[in-house]
């Protein structure tokens, strides 16, 4: 299904172009003078999860903040290039970035649940988008938890704090908040840096079942995490992409010496 691209051998794109979920065409990210992302072009397939990887600073988050327009945040941020979705570029100016959020969700590294209960953090995001049902709300918060595996530990304490659950079950929480809005692609940035082994079991067991319902890409500095997970992975460096493809190869026969460098703990 794959074919290497002409452009750069060492980037995979994909031959079957209605298994494309998101793609960037020549990214290039400014922080005032500091060129962060430097023209990066990148193709991610549907229902699959790829791992960005790399050296602290190299630029994995700016990539992956821009993919959903967070950067726009930012004052001193500019992006050009393309991000298409479905046809759209998602960088263009007259885009409804709000509901352009509801299909491309974002998790962050550090859980941030809001001050509220369980229930609610779930059920806010739908009410903001205009859902008022109560039952249609229960259903989608039930579904949601479900998904994110955390349903049988707090089904019987829906409207306790959210600030009450362990980090892990608090990550969980806000991939169901996520999901609850039902976006095709949903970008993670560290999701488990701050979690225990047992919650980055769980988060991990999560995303690989999500993968049925959604496309997912995935900053990730822990190597066995993306190795385990991963179906594919790019190899950040210095603002490019250096190497991509399917994550076996990049682990165990990588192009370039680079990555092999950083895949084996090597790096300088
Ligand atoms: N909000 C910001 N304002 C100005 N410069 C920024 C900002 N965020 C990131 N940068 C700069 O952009 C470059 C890329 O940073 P980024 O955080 O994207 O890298 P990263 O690969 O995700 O790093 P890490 O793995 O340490 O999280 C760095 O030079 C960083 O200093």
Request: hydrophobic letters at 35%; proline letters at 3%.
């Amino acid at each position: 299904m794959k074919s290497q691209s002409t452009q750069n051998t060492n980037i995979i794109t994909l031959k079957d172009k209605s298994t494309v979920a998101l793609e960037t065409n020549d990214l290039h990210v400014y922080y005032g003078d500091n060129e962060a992302i430097k023209g990066v072009s990148l193709e991610f397939e549907k229902n699959k999860i790829t791992s960005l990887i790399g050296p602290s600073g190299c630029g994995k988050s700016t990539y992956l903040r821009s993919l959903n327009r967070m950067n726009d945040e930012i004052e001193i941020a500019k992006v050009t290039g393309e991000i298409l979705y479905k046809g759209v570029d998602v960088n263009a100016s007259n885009i409804d970035v709000f509901e352009m959020r509801k299909n491309i969700g974002m998790v962050f590294q550090r859980p941030n649940p809001f001050s509220k209960s369980i229930y609610d953090n779930i059920a806010f995001a739908l009410k903001r988008h205009g859902l008022k049902d109560k039952n249609e709300l229960d259903e989608i918060v039930e579904t949601s938890l479900k998904q994110a595996a955390l349903w049988d530990q707090v089904k019987d304490n829906l409207h306790k704090s959210a600030l009450a659950l362990s980090g892990g079950q608090q990550q969980r929480l806000c991939i169901a908040r996520a999901i609850a809005l039902k976006p095709d692609i949903l970008l993670l940035d560290e999701p488990a840096s701050a979690l225990d082994p047992i919650s980055t079991a769980q988060v991990e067991e999560t995303l690989l079942e999500l993968k049925e319902n959604y496309s997912i890409i995935i900053v990730t500095h822990n190597m066995q995490q993306a190795s385990r997970i991963s179906d594919y992975t790019a190899f950040f460096y210095l603002g490019n992409v250096l190497e991509y493809d399917d994550t076996r190869k990049v682990f165990t026969r990588p192009k370039i010496q680079k990555t092999e460098d950083y895949v084996s703990g090597n790096f300088g």
